[in-house]
């Protein structure tokens, strides 16, 4: 009996650190929770990526490379807590393309906030094909793309940009050029395809117009390529500038922008934090006067769910949304379901004659395989929602699947460990009193 108490009182001990974390981590700011556009206002934009010239087999590995490349971008500009991701568009609608979302906390400019993701160059290479003419500088891709074909080797792949003077920082010319370095991968690519194909022209295009179309000399097995024109001084420096924040390693092209304004956010959180108060009470108060002592605690078990589901949300951390607070405020009622099986299963063992710790764990193995197959199934839903669904409805099964993930472990644990801690007995009238159930017992 002694270890149970000792295991209960340090239940007490967590919840109570718990409780202390969530309260001063957004007290201090050192980790507040994070919040999504529609309660902390500002401006979502949603992308369609071209991944007409990329093969299917690295479709993942180039949306990847573009989420990246983009938050370096936005991350730039100052953006408090800027969320870049992607999806699938509707898949459920038979729908396969892939989407970037941008989303920019306090930016309410919706030109200002499309001009800073617009302003990252697309850098494309492409190897002219043989026995064709080599078009002049400035041309647009569009008109000249049968023209080329493309190479291995893609924006994706630079590393870092930088000013030179002359050829290759080498000439005796003072005109500027811009040299890219690729990384490692890129750098074998590179290798290989000027190996492979010395004698040919190879067009380098800056969001679809070629800017420079060199002739590959010899294999450059160092990792470089230069990239010449009519570059001033300033232009030049501004092309370093940009491509260093990234190149996107594919087109984009905007779909939607949605802005919300931060009042309406404060509003939705205020509205929000009053249901959730207002849902964990009522659920309180009906736990207390159907199920009595029982009840007292399975509410400090509800009461350890509710922190410990916000010290989670703090530390993956997870974006709340209205949706996803409303999910919360249904898994807190979903939190106390598996107590209400357990009381249940309680209460029959007990008018079987049997004691106060007999039914207590009589109950809680009765009661499991419903609370497990309930669980498991909502779970399930969980997982579909979060897979099919758009950011909207990933936000909610993200924060449903993990509480009733954590519910299932407070309802399990907690609340049988506080209940055979309390060690009540059935044999005195009082004790069965507080172990039954209902108005009229």
């Known amino acids: 009996m002694w270890k149970t108490r000792l295991i209960a009182l340090g239940l007490l001990a967590f919840g109570a650190l718990v409780g202390w974390y969530v309260y001063s981590s957004e007290i201090s700011g050192s980790r507040p929770f994070r919040l999504g556009l529609d309660l902390s206002g500002g401006t979502q934009l949603v992308y369609k990526a071209d991944l007409s010239e990329i093969n299917p087999t690295n479709t993942n590995d180039s949306m990847a490379s573009l989420r990246d490349t983009i938050e370096r971008r936005v991350n730039l500009f100052g953006v408090a807590e800027p969320i870049v991701q992607t999806e699938k568009g509707g898949a459920l609608a038979g729908e396969t393309e892939e989407r970037l979302i941008v989303e920019l906390p306090g930016v309410t400019d919706t030109e200002a906030a499309i001009a800073m993701i617009g302003q990252t160059p697309s850098l494309e290479f492409r190897l002219l ?22 190479a291995s080797v893609t924006g994706k792949h630079v590393e870092h940009a930088e000013l030179q003077f002359g050829n290759g920082g080498g000439g005796l010319s003072n005109e500027p050029v811009v040299v890219l370095n690729f990384n490692d991968e890129g750098k074998q690519l590179f290798a290989d395809l000027t190996r492979t194909n010395v004698g040919r022209p190879f067009g380098i295009f ?46 984009i092209e905007l779909l939607t922008t949605e ?40 509410s400090l078990a509800l009461t350890l769910y509710v922190l410990l589901s916000l010290a989670v949300f703090k530390l993956i951390p997870v974006t709340l949304t209205a949706a996803g607070i409303a999910a919360f405020i249904l898994s807190i009622g979903m939190a106390v379901d598996a107590n209400v099986l357990i009381f249940e299963r309680m209460k029959e063992e007990m008018k079987k004659g049997k004691n106060a710790h007999d039914s207590i764990k009589d109950g809680f193995a009765r009661a499991w395989l419903s609370i497990r197959d309930s669980n498991i199934s909502s779970i399930i839903t969980a997982i579909i929602l979060f897979w099919f669904g758009t950011s909207l409805v990933k936000g909610f099964a993200l924060v449903f699947g993990l509480g009733v993930i954590i519910s299932m472990l407070t309802a399990i644990s907690v609340s049988r460990t506080f209940l055979l801690a309390l060690g009540v007995s059935t044999e005195s009238r009082l004790g069965r009193w507080f172990l039954s159930s209902g108005f009229s017992r």
């Open 259 to 298: 802005t919300v304004g931060g009042t309406l956010g404060g509003k939705a959180v205020e509205s929000g934090l009053m249901a959730g108060l207002g849902g964990v009470i009522a659920v309180i108060v009906f736990m207390l006067l159907w199920y009595r002592l029982p009840g007292l605690l399975a």
């Open 206 to 251: 800056l969001d679809n117009v070629l800017i420079s179309i060199p002739v590959i000399r010899e294999a450059i097995p160092d990792g470089t390529a230069v990239i010449s024109g009519n570059f001033t001084p300033e232009s030049a420096r501004e092309l370093v500038r940009n491509l260093n924040f990234g190149a996107l390693p594919v087109p």
């Open 129 to 150: 094909k043989k026995d064709m003419q080599s078009p002049p500088e400035g041309t647009p891709l569009e008109p000249i793309k049968d023209l080329f074909e493309p």
